[in-house]
Nanobody, 122 residues
């Protein structure tokens, strides 16, 4: 399974970015997908997840109301729209693939992309 994340960059506080993750190597539409992030000196943390058909979405409390996860199963791609960005959102963002359809267990994410850097300046 290959996951290729893109779309990171440098943005001012209050700005927006859209991350994309292109998947290959398995039946994308059969599994949940998610986004995690890791800031310098901190543990990797869950950001958002989406079930196999997109009917269920999950968000960390810190991003609720600002981030939106979506997926396009025809394009084998999952997206993370990030609005109202804050300096504390600065991190490397990782796309992750779950081993099940719903992705509501963090331990269920077993496939990982290479990460894309998001830097939010104040």
């Amino acid at each position: 399974v290959q996951l290729q994340a893109s779309g990171g960059g440098l943005v001012q506080a209050g700005g927006s970015l859209r991350l994309s993750c292109a998947a290959s190597g398995r039946t994308f539409s059969s599994y949940a997908m998610g986004w995690f992030r890791q800031a310098p000196g901190k543990e990797r943390e869950f950001v958002s997840g989406i079930s196999w058909r997109g009917g269920s979405t999950y968000y960390a409390d810190s991003v609720k109301g600002r981030f939106t996860i979506s997926r396009d199963n025809a394009e084998n791609t999952v997206y993370l729209q990030m609005n109202s960005l804050k300096p504390e959102d600065t991190a490397v963002y990782y796309c992750a693939g779950a081993a099940d359809r719903y992705g509501n267990s963090y331990a269920g994410y077993v496939y990982w992309g290479q990460g894309t850097q998001v830097t939010v300046s104040s």
